[in-house]
């Protein structure tokens, strides 16, 4: 038996804690024991569905109750497990359909399982020759034991954020698991008998699948667990659980915090709810924003948020989940850095006087983990040298399993490249600056789309998370940028031309450049990856 399964069943049988969801309609606690015996059962049915080791299952179901013990049945059978991408309201369906038809044959696919909300896509599924499995049919069956399985087996094909018509899934092991569970639960000090993680995040994404679910059921750690939908219809359901489970451990993008940020202000009375209990809540899946960070430690302030509380993080799929977090207790850490010399010699040159920019400090890499900076003709920088970010270690995949077969992520050396420009510091704290592709380059300056956007989005109108940059003629000589920003009075022509004059004056000011063009849109139009992201290539098409 693998590590990974051999402790994820040890801790079942001996752990005490459990999953509760359900909230805030109908809570239900169920121990991981009982999670552990319903699937035993999902894995007999699975077994009488022919599946079994090296299989691939994907998986369609929206209830984390249902979704832990069909994870953990899946690798009971020996066989690895996709999250498909859920539709939401603002999906495409016709394109999901196709996205999700492209997953489902490039992983060739043994099984669909589905479940509620999802059981009106069992007919097209069929109709495309899948074998499709409902968690309610495959629960009435008898239970059974689990295979063996083996440390270099595949336990997840997760999908990457920009998986589309062409796809691609990020091969994670046992191995992989188990390298990065125990690093972080190192990092992030997890005391097994107090600590409780309150968590909302998708289950098809990474940090939500692997880092608050997997983890927390691979260690026997009690864990709150709601849905996304379930945040977006009340944001302060996040505070309102804390508060009611006394809940130690979250995490969530850096756009997520904002939001909370904003409703604690408006719409909470001070003292309302407790979050003095919260002592780790990680930011990651996205840059993270110093001054969202800092707003987010002021509105909570009267609900009791420690200000030591925010953890900075890097990571990826490719890394299982995690690359480097803060130290647990160390707060914020802001590197402030001269932004012209960062822009135009690529440098991070500590400054506090004149034009700076400020960046998060990601904390130093995790156990097993190794970070280097390289330049573009892949020279090792020296520290504060501006490169692209690579990493490698025993947490890092091999590859990926994409529809032309097998593509290796790591070079001969065992080195990933994340894509990331950054650098590390004199203490070899991880800082990220920005994606590579995404990166504007306007004479001879790197310009970062992430400072436009935040520029963009002190604009009065301009809903928060909601603004993007675009590259336009992209490698060429006359490349610059457009911004697209979405507003509720989109309609006001009057209110349309305000926020457009803005944005050019605050675009400006952040990076001594003009935009080619500023959009206003309705609320909903700029692309996002089904986590949240923003989709910047994508977005092209609304500014040009």
């Known amino acids: 038996m693998s590590r990974f399964t051999d402790t994820m069943y040890a801790s079942a049988m001996n752990s005490r804690k459990g999953m509760v969801t359900g ?9 991981w024991g009982e999670v552990h015996e319903r699937a035993r059962r999902l894995a007999g049915g699975l077994a009488g569905a022919g599946v079994g080791p090296g299989d691939a299952v994907a998986v369609l179901a929206g ?43 490039m992983i060739e696919a043994k099984a669909v399982v589905i479940s509620d909300p999802f059981l009106p896509t069992a007919p097209l599924l069929a109709e495309l020759g899948m074998q499709v499995l409902t968690i309610e049919r495959l629960f009435d069956s008898a239970p059974i034991d689990p295979v063996p399985t083996a440390e ?27 390298s990065n569970a125990e690093a972080m639960f190192i990092g992030a000090e997890v005391d097994l008998d107090h600590d409780v993680i309150v968590c909302w995040l998708p289950l098809f994404h990474d940090m939500g699948m692997t880092g608050f679910l997997t983890v927390p059921m691979y260690f026997g750690v009690e864990l709150i667990k709601a849905t996304p939908m379930d945040f977006m219809r009340d944001t302060l359901l996040w505070a309102k659980l804390i508060d009611k489970y006394r809940g130690t451990m979250t995490a969530a993008p850096n756009f997520a915090y904002t939001l909370f940020a904003k409703r604690l202000r408006g719409q909470a009375t ?92 990601l904390g130093q890499v995790l156990n097993g983990m190794q970070a280097r900076v390289v330049d573009e003709d892949c020279g090792l920088l020296p520290a504060r040298g501006v ?30 490249d994340t894509g990331d420009l950054g650098y590390l510091t004199e203490a070899d704290d991880v800082v990220v600056c920005g994606r590579v592709k995404d990166v504007i380059i306007m004479a001879g300056r790197n310009i970062y789309p992430t400072d436009i956007e935040r520029a963009a989005a002190r604009v009065t109108g301009v809903r928060p998370g909601c603004a993007v940059a675009v590259r336009i003629d992209a490698g060429h000589s006359r490349e610059s940028f457009a911004v697209a920003v979405e507003s509720s009075a989109w309609q006001d022509r009057t209110d349309v031309r305000r926020i457009e004059r803005q944005v050019i004056h605050e675009v400006f000011a952040e ?10 849109l309705e609320p909903g139009m700029i692309p996002k990856t089904p986590s949240g992201k923003l989709r910047r290539a994508h977005a092209l098409a609304l500014v040009t």
Not at 511 to 520: I, K, Q, W
């Open 23 to 31: 909230e805030p309609a109908a809570p239900v606690r169920h121990t």
């Open 270 to 361: 001070p003292g309302e709810f407790d979050l003095s209990s919260l002592r780790w809540a990680l930011s990651g899946a996205e840059q993270v924003e110093p001054a969202d960070v800092e707003d987010l430690l002021a509105a909570g302030k009267p609900f009791g948020l420690r200000p030591d509380a925010v953890v900075p993080a890097y990571g990826m799929a490719e890394t299982t989940v995690a690359v480097s977090f803060s130290k647990c207790g160390g707060g914020l850490s802001v590197d402030e850095v001269d932004a012209d010399l960062l822009a135009v010699l690529h440098r991070a040159v500590p400054a506090t006087k004149g034009k700076t920019r400020r960046l998060a400090n």
């Open 511 to 520: 990076v001594d450049a003009r935009p080619r063009n500023v959009v206003v």
């Open 387 to 416: 490169g692209v970010i690579q990493v490698r270690g025993e947490p890092v995949t091999a590859g990926y399993t994409t529809v032309a077969g097998f593509v290796a992520a790591q070079d001969d050396q065992g080195w990933y």
């Open 152 to 178: 270099d087996d595949i336990a997840l094909l997760q999908l990457t954020s920009g998986s589309t018509g062409s796809p691609k899934a990020v091969q994670i092991t046992h191995r992989n698991i188990v």
């Open 63 to 105: 209830a984390p109750v249902e979704i832990a013990p069909i994870a953990q049945a899946i690798w009971m059978r020996g066989a690895s497990l996709t999250m498909l991408h859920q539709p939401t309201p603002r999906t495409d369906l016709q394109r999901w359909a196709a996205e999700t038809t492209a997953v489902i044959g």
